[in-house]
C-alpha cells in the first residue's frame, strides 16, 4: 500500500502563488510515476501534471508555463509549484501514485481557491 499526504492548499490572490506537497509513505519502492489531478465544483477530475521515477515531467497545456511539478526523493515527496494563479485554478488538488504492480493511490485532497 501506498499513502499520500498533501499540504500547502489555501486561499490566494490571482497572480498569486502556493506551493502544494504530497509526501508518500508505505511501499514507495514500487511507484513507477505521480501526478497531481484537480477537481473544480462541478467538473470532473483533470490531470495537471506528473513526473516519473525517472523524473520525467509532463503538463498539462492549462498550466504550461506557470506549473511545476518537482520530487525530492530522499524526502520521498512530490511538489507542484504553481505561479501566475488564475481563478479558474480554484479546485480540489489531488495527488496520486501509480505502481509498477498496476495499483492507483489517491491522496485526501486540498483545496486551493484564487480570489480575482
Known amino acids: 500500500q501506498v499513502q499520500l499526504v498533501e499540504s500547502g492548499g489555501g486561499l490566494v490572490q490571482a497572480g498569486g502563488s502556493l506551493r502544494l506537497s504530497c509526501a508518500a509513505s508505505g511501499s514507495i519502492f514500487s511507484i513507477s510515476a505521480m501526478g497531481w489531478y484537480r477537481q473544480a465544483p462541478g467538473k470532473k477530475r483533470e490531470l495537471v501534471a506528473t513526473?516519473?521515477?525517472?523524473?520525467?515531467?509532463k503538463n498539462e497545456d492549462s498550466v504550461k508555463g506557470r506549473f511545476t511539478i518537482s520530487r525530492d526523493n530522499a524526502k520521498n515527496t512530490v511538489y507542484l509549484q504553481m505561479n501566475s494563479l488564475k481563478p479558474e485554478d480554484t479546485a480540489v488538488y489531488y495527488c496520486?501514485?501509480?505502481?509498477?504492480?498496476?495499483?492507483?493511490?489517491w491522496g485526501q485532497g486540498t483545496q486551493v481557491t484564487v480570489s480575482s
Open positions: 513526473i516519473t521515477s525517472g523524473g520525467s515531467t
Open positions: 496520486n501514485a501509480a505502481t509498477t504492480y498496476g495499483s492507483l493511490w
